[in-house]
């Protein structure tokens, strides 16, 4: 999962430059619609994406015969991981929103706040890979390690006020985007310690979509604070808030689930032999007993 989430990290290396220079020949109009395009690509390679099937190899289980079960979304540790991902949204688009007219405002060029976004992606790259390796190393330590990202990606925001020069915004690109691709990975592997795994798919649908409403609501209420009040600083201080908050609030509910053994029955037809495997609910332990077994 850490490597496949890397495409989000080179993107914002490369998108920063991209949308500059498309900024520059075709105005924002057709900036806006030459970026569109190149996103309505998605949705060619989800149209293409389905389902592995293991040909003549079939679970034994009534899954499918089963009611819906969302008894999860009464977990408080659930509850609060949404508050967390809604909190974290607002915060999490302020300085992308933000930055360059702020930059602008004090003399920096748009260039060099182009290559400082661009040179904070390469950093991100970094942040999911050191991200993904401690929470392998460590799987039952991921929430906390999400929420100590989420703090150390909000605090440099407080800095933004006082930066004046392009090294200033470098070095605050450089933190922001090492600590944001951890997260950016954490939203996800965090719930291995908050859900059990037959919730996962369901649980992960409900953060992307509290997500999704957040970023409805954070760059316009930052541009609201900024214009009624005249101060430059106030949504960054916001953010900075909202960032460490939200990682303090799910601190206390970090703790891994306690893991309960079940069992499966794998039916190979051609011979029609039964296996009968026990494996404890960790993500990664299923995975490991279901490779152990072939």
């Known amino acids: 999962m850490t490597l496949t989430s890397l495409g989000g990290s ?13 900024l520059q020949t075709y105005g924002f109009r057709g900036a806006m619609l030459i970026h569109s395009a190149i996103l309505l690509n998605t949705v060619i390679c989800g149209a293409v994406v389905f ?36 909190t974290l949204s607002i ?11 702020t930059a602008l405002s004090t003399g920096v060029s748009l260039d ?26 460590h799987p039952n330590q ?12 909000g605090l440099p925001m407080g800095i933004i006020p006082f930066s004046s020069t392009f090294i200033h915004y470098l070095v605050f690109c450089l933190i922001n985007g090492f600590f944001l691709g951890g997260v950016n990975l954490g939203y ?8 059990l ?30 214009d009624d009040f005249g101060d430059g600083g106030i949504p960054f201080y916001l953010g900075m808030s909202i960032l ?11 703790s891994a689930i306690k893991e309960t053994a079940t069992e499966i029955n794998i039916i190979v037809p051609s011979n029609r032999v039964t296996k009968r495997i026990k494996y404890n609910y960790s993500m990664n332990d299923i995975a490991d007993s279901v490779v152990s077994y072939f």
């Open 10 to 22: 080179v993107t914002s290396v490369v998108f920063p430059l991209i949308v500059r220079t498309l």
């Open 51 to 86: 389902p592995l099937t293991s040909k003549g190899l079939r679970e034994d289980t009534d899954v499918d015969k089963e009611p819906l079960d969302m008894s999860f979304c009464k977990n408080p540790k659930f509850l609060t991981y949404l508050v967390t991902n809604f």
């Open 91 to 101: 915060g999490y688009y302020m300085p992308p929103g933000l930055l360059p007219n």
């Open 112 to 137: 060099d706040i182009s290559l400082a976004f661009s040179i904070g992606g390469i950093a991100s790259i970094l942040g999911r890979i050191l991200f993904g390796f401690i929470a392998h190393r």
């Open 142 to 153: 991921t929430t906390k390690l999400f929420s100590f990202f989420i703090i150390a990606m």
């Open 188 to 195: 996800n592997l965090s719930l291995r310690n908050i859900l």
């Open 197 to 226: 795994p037959k919730y996962y798919g369901r649980g992960i649908g409900f953060g992307l979509l509290v997500q999704s409403l957040a970023s409805l609501v954070g760059n316009p209420f930052a541009a609201f604070l900024q």
């Open 244 to 254: 460490v908050l939200s990682g303090l609030v799910l601190l206390p509910f970090s």
